[in-house]
């Protein structure tokens, strides 16, 4: 356009009637030659008459610009045009493939496997510590494949989709791989607008599990018994996990406390969680008797018959040793008799005062809520056999049950019959202060 226009500008406009015109009819009607000598004046003039048309009107001014078509097209340009042309194609088209495709939200399986497949159960059970809750502290969707249809569960469409993550509690972590199937359900078919349907429970492919501290206790029962000193330590190396437990067991009665100091050893095992190695080790063993320095009182008042009797005995505990192989007492047993009516001259009647040291064992089965006490008075051929018992009854009375046998004195008997009028095969003797 500006060439156009320069030449628009630049020709001058040619005359309104020009002087040559005259000339050429007078010379073509005079003579033919000179008609023929002037012919290209003749064919000039159109010539000029179209240079100066367009010379009058004014020639339009556009925005665009005049298109080239004789213009050579750069062979490199016509492949990268075609190049781009197919790149976009194919992204066009598999950008509406995957459109169109349904898509199952990682959010949704996880919650699907903690509902339906105990996820949050965890992947190991295991003795030795306390059963708490697994929490999901990762989790992804790795891919998701469409399957082809048919087979013996349905003809819609199903997809495997292939899970990993990690679940934990208080105890163990343990990291998972494994794959779930989906029914996609078009929207004309779903109930609560479920788009996908959870169809099998989790295929575990692979799983890896570790602690993340030692144990709890060593067993259920442990909260029956008392427990002094107790560590755990927890240690790991080269990929072997260790927990050792050390504490003082405190076992006992009323009348007597055993103390010894365990030793645990656990190592962790991923199928089977902690596992015991053999026995515990035991050391530092001691029995404390709390009987040592206490007193125990009877009081009774036996009747038969013809009279009435009244015993007062009593028995202070000395000093025992750890083992209970060497125990002192003193004791005393007090027995009168009162007639109460008419009887045999024959009979007769005797009281029994006795008094003296006592010495014997107490001895015990570890673990046992029973104990065997047996004293006796050298001097005076007196025995003293008592149970201890940790029973519900005799603990309330902190009492020792047993019996008195006598050699060179009888037990108020009766000299005809020959037959105790005092039994002394079951006497309760019961601790003077009983709440200390």
């Known amino acids: 356009m500006n060439q156009d226009q320069a030449t628009a500008e630049t020709v001058p406009p040619a005359p309104s009637e020009p002087t040559v015109e005259p000339a050429v009819e007078h010379d073509v009607e005079s003579s033919g030659g000179a008609a023929a000598e002037v012919e290209p004046a003749v064919a000039f003039e159109p010539a000029a008459e179209s240079k100066s048309e367009p010379a009058s009107q004014p020639v339009p001014q556009s925005g665009f610009k005049k298109p080239v078509f004789n213009k050579p097209v750069p062979k490199k340009a016509v492949i990268a045009a075609i190049a781009i042309a197919a790149v976009t194609l194919i992204a066009f088209t598999a950008w509406s493939l995957l459109g169109s495709s349904p898509k199952i ?88 607008d479920e788009e996908f349907v959870l169809m099998t429970d989790l295929e575990v492919a692979d799983v890896s599990t570790k602690p993340l501290k ?54 962790f095992d991923e199928e089977h969680g902690w596992q015991a190695e053999g026995e515990p080790e035991l050391s530092n063993q001691k029995t404390e008797w709390l009987i040592a320095g206490k007193t125990f009182e009877l009081t009774e008042y036996p009747q038969s018959g013809n009279y009435d009797g009244s015993v007062v005995s009593s028995i202070s505990l000395g000093p025992i040793d750890e083992n209970g192989a060497q125990v002192s007492a003193t004791y005393t047993y007090d027995y009168t008799t009162t007639q109460v009516s008419a009887i045999s001259s024959s009979w007769t009647y005797q009281n029994v005062n006795l008094s003296g040291d006592l010495t014997g064992t107490v001895s015990r089965e570890p673990g046992s809520g029973y104990a065997e006490l047996m004293l006796k008075d050298e001097a005076n051929g007196v025995s003293f056999t008592f149970r201890l018992s940790d029973d519900e009854e005799d603990a309330k009375a902190k009492c020792m049950r047993g019996s008195i046998e006598t050699e060179s004195v009888v037990l108020v008997r009766d000299a005809t019959s020959t037959n105790d009028m005092y039994d002394a095969s079951d006497l309760v003797y019961t601790m003077k202060d009983a709440s200390e």
Do not use: H
Not at 239 to 249: A, D, F, K, N, P
């Open 105 to 192: 939200s990682a959010e949704q399986v996880e919650s699907d496997l903690i509902k339906e497949c105990g996820l949050t159960t965890g992947f190991l059970s295991s003795s030795y510590v306390e059963d708490t809750p697994y929490e999901v502290t990762s989790f992804e969707v790795v891919s998701t494949e469409k399957l082809p249809k048919g087979g013996d569960l349905t003809n819609m469409e199903t997809y495997d989709v292939e899970v990993k993550g990690t679940v934990a509690n208080e105890s163990f972590e343990s990291t998972f791989a494994g794959s779930v199937q989906y029914i996609w359900y078009p929207e004309e078919l779903r109930v609560d």
């Open 214 to 267: 030692g144990i709890d206790y060593v067993s259920d029962t442990d909260e029956d018994c008392e427990y002094e000193n107790e560590e755990i330590s927890f240690d790991e190396k080269d990929g072997t996990y260790t927990s050792v437990l050390t504490r003082t067991e405190v076992m006992g009665t009323w009348f007597v406390k055993e103390s010894v100091d365990q030793k645990y050893v656990f190592e």
